[in-house]
């Protein structure tokens, strides 16, 4: 007998609309599948068996975040098939800070009505993340929200686990001042600060649609422009290179995440000319009247992770970094000092 509730239909919620979402989902999540996937689809956990061989003492390392206020520009743009790799990316990029190496992904899925088309769209995103990270998609909620949240509004959140060898784990005890720092170039905004941008270019009045000369692009293309995914390339850095420690740039832009990997007593020396900017944040900065102080406190600036390695193995870094796809530099370095970091 099929699972149907007239009364709960009437309520707002349509148990149909979720089967005929999880149906359009399968052949995406399928494709994020690694050896250690043990349960597919429909469980009511999802199962996954490390490959521990050869590692003496594996800690698991986890994260959880979500896409915040950027959602918003996918909804106003009717574009929901990037958002997903956002909400990877989020989790991912702060697991391997420790030198942990993403396993698999759990996402959960708020929506004001299900739809399942749109479902299918912002899993497929989720799915091309958990690709690019090497982890698996081996579960997630999808929970319809009538009545509080408007029917075309939803929020996406995710969770991740990784796995270290415990000897492995990245901790700054072995920095050093003449450690050279690595940029990590970012896409753009990523998914930090959107509702300062929302506010400065006024996006529910805007027309994200238009062509943007010194963006190339449109201005909603720019602003939903996903957040790179950086595992593959930082473990093998790490892998190549004596890696001291590494920086997620979110939230709190340099100034609140350098200084997380950073010892007492040593700084992040940074001068501001060698930070490759692009083009959004100088168009952001500049129609919002904000203080430089201020950009380098809310955003990347066009750097997404901070590597600091040993002067003599940086070049090994660097060839490790550009063979996976980064076109990494070198940004400063650490010195003695008390304040963690100086932009200069």
Known sequence: MRSYSESYRQAGVDIEAGYEGV???????????????????????????????????????????????KQRIAQLMGKHDTVGIDCVAMCVNDIICCGAKPLFFLDYLAIGRNDPARVEELVS????????????????????????????????????????????????????????????PSSGLHSNGYSLVRKVFDVERADLGQYVPELGTTLGEALLTPTVIYVK????????????????????????????????????????????????????????????????NTYNMGVGMTLMVSPETADAALRALRAGGCDAYVLGEIVPGEEKIALI
């Open 125 to 184: 995103g989720v799915a091309e993340g958990c690709c690019q990270a090497g982890c698996a998609l081996i579960g997630g909620e999808t929970a319809e929200h009538p009545g509080t949240m408007a029917p075309e509004d939803y929020d996406l959140a995710g969770f991740s686990v990784g796995i270290v060898e415990k000897d492995a784990i990245l901790d700054s005890a072995a920095m050093r001042a003449g450690d050279v720092i690595l940029a990590l």
């Open 233 to 296: 390339p930082v473990l093998a850095a790490i892998a190549a290179a004596e890696v001291h420690g590494v920086s997620h740039i979110t939230g709190g832009g340099f100034y609140e995440n350098i200084p997380r990997s950073i010892p007492e007593g040593l700084c992040a020396r940074i001068e501001k000319g060698d930070v490759r900017t692009p083009a959004i944040f100088p168009l952001l900065q500049r129609t919002g009247e904000i203080p430089e102080r201020d950009m380098f």
């Open 23 to 69: 149906k359009r989902m399968r052949k995406h999540v399928e494709r994020t599948f690694t050896p250690g996937v043990l349960s597919g689809i429909g469980g009511f956990g999802g199962l996954f068996a490390p490959d521990t061989a050869g590692m003496r003492q594996p800690v698991l390392v986890s994260g959880t975040d979500g896409v915040g206020t």
